[in-house]
């Protein structure tokens, strides 16, 4: 089955600088890639997600990349803000959409 | 467009008894996937029901079960829960079964088991 990393599991930046978080997964046959971010008791929030005939994808100050040769994407946050604070979980899902499987999550912490 | 919405918010049960969360999908969404998330970790799949059917399952034993309703609401049911069973359950609400599709988070059920 399908198995997601995910890295650095804690990362601080300051207010302004970017961010970078890395997922790599096993399975060839995902082909769907989102990006959530969950704040402290809150419930998991699409930021955005890429598809496996995209390499890369951008909305605002958020873009993820997507490696399909050497299973990786990555999520970039650029010009951070206090605000961007949160955990950050990737995941994979293959063609038939029926397991979305999580990384373990990685907690940013932006500094003011 | 109604969100997903989860209940109850909060639980608590003790070792051995029976549990029964509710999920309303979102407006249009046809295909409902529920979700273990312990603390500290990303959500956990436990399986998924496209048109009143299950469409995958995760690792999870039999006694967690589910059940989905011609309006796509569904329940997670646990019997016989043991300690490890306390954790955050999510449903997220998708408009496709059968295909890699986007899917929307309810605000989750806090089950502690004691």
């Known amino acids: 089955g399908e198995n997601v990393e995910q890295h650095p599991s804690t990362l601080s930046v300051q207010e302004g600088d970017s961010a970078v978080i890395k997922c790599t997964y096993s399975?060839?046959?995902?082909?769907?890639f989102p990006w959530y971010k969950q704040e402290l008791g809150k419930r998991p929030q699409l930021i955005i997600d890429?598809?496996?005939?995209?390499g890369e994808k951008k909305d605002q100050r958020i873009a993820v990349t997507l490696n399909k040769t050497a299973k990786h994407f990555s999520l970039h946050i650029t010009e951070t803000q206090p605000e961007d604070s949160a955990v950050y979980f990737c995941a994979a899902i293959n063609n038939y959409g029926q397991n979305f499987v999580f990384g373990p999550g990685t907690r940013l912490s932006v500094l003011p | 467009e109604t969100g997903v919405t989860q209940s109850p918010t909060h639980l608590i049960k003790t070792r051995g008894q029976q549990v029964t969360l509710r999920c309303s999908s979102q407006s249009g969404h046809n295909t409902v996937s529920w979700y273990q998330q312990a603390l500290g970790q990303g959500p956990q799949f436990i399986f998924q029901y496209y048109r009143e059917e299950e469409n995958g399952r995760g690792n999870f034993p039999p006694r967690f079960s589910g059940l989905q309703f011609p309006n796509y609401s569904s329940e997670l049911n646990v019997n016989a829960l043991e300690l490890d069973d306390s954790a955050l359950y999510l449903c997220?609400?998708?408009?496709?079964?059968?295909?890699?599709?986007?899917?929307?988070f309810g605000p989750g059920t806090r089950l502690t088991v004691l």
């Open positions: 997220a609400s998708s408009p496709r079964g059968g295909v890699a599709d986007t899917q929307y």
């Open positions: 890429i598809r496996s005939n995209v």
């Open positions: 399975d060839s046959a995902s082909n769907y």
